[in-house]
Every structure is written in C-alpha cells, then in structure tokens.
T-cell receptor
Framework: GAVVSQHPSWVICKSGTSVKIECRSLDFQATTMFWYRQFPKQSLMLMATSNEGSKATYEQGVEKDKFLINHASLTLSTLTVTSAHPEDSSFYIC????FGSGWKGYTFGSGTRLTVV | GIQVEQSPPDLILQEGANSTLRCNFSDSVNNLQWFHQNPWGQLINLFYIPSGTKQNGRLSATTVATERYSLLYISSSQTTDSGVYFCASRQGGSEKLVFGKGTKLTVNP
C-alpha cells in the first residue's frame, strides 16, 4: 500500500519551454503533497506544500511564478516549471501523506530528472 | 526550527560487514522516518519509528526520543545496500519533513 507514482522519470527540454511533472497517489487519498528539489550530492530541499483545492504554500526563496503547483484532486498534484532555464535542471521529487489517525509517514515518488538545454 | 544531523557522512564497507548510522535531532520529535535513496534516486521508506525498536530483515532501527537520537543498523551488508540513507522528522505540529544531510553508504564486493 501507499504507492506514489511520479511521471515522467526524466525529461530534457529546451530553454524557455515549460515542463509539467505529475505526482499521483495510487492507493490512498493524499490530503497533502510536497514537492522537493535535490541537487547532486545534497539533501532534499522542500519547495512547496500543496493541499487539495487550495493554493500551494511555497518555501522562502522559491519562485511561485516559476514553479506552478496545482493540487486538483486528492490523488493528483502537478508541478509545472515555466520558462525553464539551465539553472532549473535538477532532480524533483514529490511525496504524499494522508494525515489523521494512524498516520504512518510519507511516501515518495520515484523522482523526475529535469535537464534544460 | 528543528535540526537533524546524521553521521557519518560517508561510509565504505566490505560486503558482509555490519554498520550503524546515527541521527541526532535538536528538539523532541515524535515521527522519525528512515529512508534509503538508491542510485537511481528513488526514496524508499525503511522505517517509521517515533520511538522504540523495529526490525525488517537485515535492517533494524532504534529511536530514543528522550535522548533525541535514532540509530539504523545494517547487518551483513550487501552491495545493493549502497546509496544514501536519510533520516527525517516532522517539525513540531507542522506537516513539513526536515531531512538530515544523509549518510552515503558504499558496499564493495
């Protein structure tokens, strides 16, 4: 149980284009989803927290207009990197959890490696 | 906010050896998790262990919440155990997960 699917696994795009990454909870309803960014050989950096049906909460220093997050349903959140530039190249990971009684932690997607050329 | 420190930062083992990874946290926590990030980037839940001891095969974990640390034990290590091990915890009543910097484990054949 508690499977999170993230798609695509990797993507190469041209500078100036936009890229959408999907994160789905397959066997549970995720009240909250999180988006992280990870640079090589570093830990995960939280970018934003999204709750179904409401605006995402971005961490300090994260450009909300560049990283658009939509949490349209309890099983789907999307991250769109708009007008991507080479410095946006990174590994992006989503996670999901169903908070409430019996909470057992977070489940992570398999990540998306974005390369902007 | 809460600080999570992991040690050692790097660990190199021969296959079959045992190891202990440590996670210290600066404030009381009640929802510590251990993850393994494999070479392809996938983060795999190992343990949700707010306190006490749990075992899963060759891996076990112990959290002593009153002393603000957690330990991950790997016995009879295999090359497939290689990767980065992270501990993380929610910060107080927040839903946010705070990660340590990880321990990079390399198991050589």
């Amino acid at each position: 149980g508690a499977v999170v699917s993230q798609h695509p696994s990797w993507v190469i795009c041209k500078s100036g284009t936009s890229v959408k990454i999907e994160c789905r909870s397959l066997d549970f309803q995720a009240t909250t989803m999180f988006w992280y960014r990870q640079f090589p050989k570093q830990s995960l950096m939280l970018m934003a927290t999204s709750n179904e049906g409401s605006k995402a909460t971005y961490e300090q220093g994260v450009e909300k207009d560049k990283f658009l997050i939509n949490h349209a349903s309890l099983t789907l959140s999307t991250l769109t990197v708009t007008s991507a530039h080479p410095e946006d190249s990174s590994f992006y990971i989503c996670s999901a959890s169903m908070f409430g009684s019996g909470w057992k932690g977070y489940t992570f997607g398999s990540g998306t490696r974005l390369t902007v050329v | 906010g809460i600080q999570v420190e992991q040690s050692p930062p790097d660990l190199i083992l021969q296959e079959g050896a045992n190891s202990t990874l440590r996670c210290n946290f600066s404030d009381s926590v009640n929802n510590l998790q251990w993850f393994h990030q494999n070479p392809w980037g996938q983060l795999i839940n190992l343990f949700y262990i707010p306190s006490g001891t749990k075992q899963n095969g060759r891996l076990s974990a112990t959290t002593v919440a009153t002393e603000r640390y957690s330990l991950l034990y790997i016995s009879s290590s295999q090359t497939t155990d290689s990767g980065v091990y992270f501990c993380a915890s929610r910060q107080g009543g927040s839903e946010k997960l705070v990660f340590g910097k990880g321990t990079k484990l390399t198991v050589n054949p």
